[in-house]
């Protein structure tokens, strides 16, 4: 095992940045998809319970009806897949994308304890959840994948950043 770990650990795609563009180009991806459901009339539909059920995203449904709140969350989805795609080349954008992706995913992960009928007796009760709720499960990791850019974004725009100069040099050049 540990000559299996050494050779892999010498792989460019593990010394490399592989992973961290692979998450952001797999987010911008997702926002692409999901932002592009959110215009189609059934999607509308499909996602008012779990709008009614969200804590933080309640008031949507209320304040721009079905197709409003819908039009709202898909355009929201595609203005973050597009800061993230931009993150690419520009990290402070990124760092915006993120903290928008990381938004997104903690409103959706805290329906999750408030889901109606999460253990309902067609899916046979706990363990076995019904299908609505499964369906949040996965923004869990999404959260994940989210916060792991926000990570790599900080760090990378703090590193491009010139750094600042000490004090004496600074009272130096001003002379």
């Not at 932002?35 to 995203?57: M, S, T």
């Not at 019904?130 to 923004?139: I, R």
Request: glycine fraction near 8%; hydrophobic fraction near 55%.
């Amino acid at each position: 095992m540990d000559q299996l770990i050494s050779k892999l650990s010498k792989l460019d795609i593990v010394r490399g940045d592989f992973d961290y563009h692979f998450v952001r180009a797999t987010m911008v991806v997702v926002f692409i998809v999901f932002g592009c459901q959110k215009w189609f009339d059934y999607e509308a539909h499909a996602i008012v319970p779990f709008i009614r059920n969200g804590p933080l995203i309640f008031w949507l449904y209320p304040l721009f009806g079905i197709r409003g709140e819908a039009f709202f969350l898909g355009s929201a989805e595609w203005l973050f897949g597009l800061l993230l795609f931009l993150g690419f080349w520009n990290k402070k954008i990124g760092v915006i994308g993120a903290l928008g992706s990381c938004a997104t995913y903690v409103a959706t992960v805290t329906i999750i304890p408030f889901f109606p009928d999460a253990w309902a007796a067609p899916a046979g009760g706990f363990p076995a959840a019904t299908l609505p709720y499964l369906f949040l499960m996965k923004d869990i990791v999404l959260l994940s994948a989210s916060v792991y850019l926000l990570k790599q974004d900080i760090l990378r725009a703090t590193r491009a950043e010139p750094l600042p100069m000490p004090d004496a040099i600074q009272r130096q050049a001003a002379r």
